[in-house]
């Protein structure tokens, strides 16, 4: 799952990639503006901390999200073919808001996040609208030729997503079935993906009430509340004096701003969960490893997450909350005490379950 950073000229799109990623590239490297990097974050989780803890396995594997640095975005990016193709490959997009003062970094006019996410909200829509009005020309003719019952159903989708963007909103907004979702995913629609509203502030001596405040103080509240959205708020200079750090500095330069974790750790967090994603674990001596899968997968498609033999030949998957199994202090006392349990293929399974797959392979 892949998300991409996009935002407008000088808001600290590629020093957050470069953080997030701990991706080394040289100041030649961002030189193309329309060349896309890749790199891959750690998803932090406390709760595989603690099972690593209790197991003290040869190897912790967290769960990972990868991040896409696109460039600036506007209307004449939005024309070029290379630009355009790799936002569309992206899952969900990450749109970097410059809401920090620094008078040796240009900005054309005053600090307005809330501005900036209605320009490039319109330029998605107007990208997207330009697809949807090709393709029902084309729906047009052909029906003229033949009606079928999918061209039909796709016709009236793409006449009700036209008219949802013209009424100015995006289609991350619009309700669809299941079926109506596979039946425009080949479009890639640029306002149809998730996005994170990402403040970067000014650095601050309260910093951790800012942070927290950002998203209120800059009006974003009701455009993160709204379907698919998000908002969180990071300062992008005192994460990249974090990155240069031990854990232990971090943490006491973290503890003189008022703060328990870092911005990038919760962007990370909240990146994963407008996804649509949860980790369930697997706990052992040799490993304890996070599993990604999409939020409502049951037992035996998280089985196929791990491999697809365990998929193919599941019998049952033997299930924990996390915290009980730390609890119990062991998988034998677990057993003993009846929280560890035996669950069917069907089972859904739940963000921070831990699961051993039964299986017949």
Known sequence: MKTGIIGLPQVGKSSLFRILTKTQLSEQAFANPREAHIGVAKVPDERLDKLAALYNPEKLTHAAVEYVDLGAIGQDALKETTFIGHLRNVDALAHVL???DDPSIPHVGEIDPLRDIKNVEVDLMISDLGQIEKRLERLEKDLKKMRTPELERENELLIRAKAHVESEKPL????????DKKRIKGFMFLSEKPILYVLNVSESTTLGNDLEAATAKYKLEEVASRPNAGATAIC?????????M???DAAEFLSSYGLTESGLTRLIRTTYQLLGLISFFTAGED????????FKSRAQEAAGAIHSDLEKYFIRAETIRWDQLLEAGSEANARAKGTMRLEGKDYIVQDGDVMHIRHSG
């Open 172 to 179: 991350r907004e619009m309700e669809m079935t299941a079926d």
């Open 246 to 248: 031990s854990d232990a």
């Open 236 to 244: 992008g200079k005192v994460e990249a004096e974090l990155a240069a």
């Open 287 to 294: 490993e304890c490893r996070a599993w990604t899968v999409p």
């Open 98 to 100: 410059r809401a920090f």
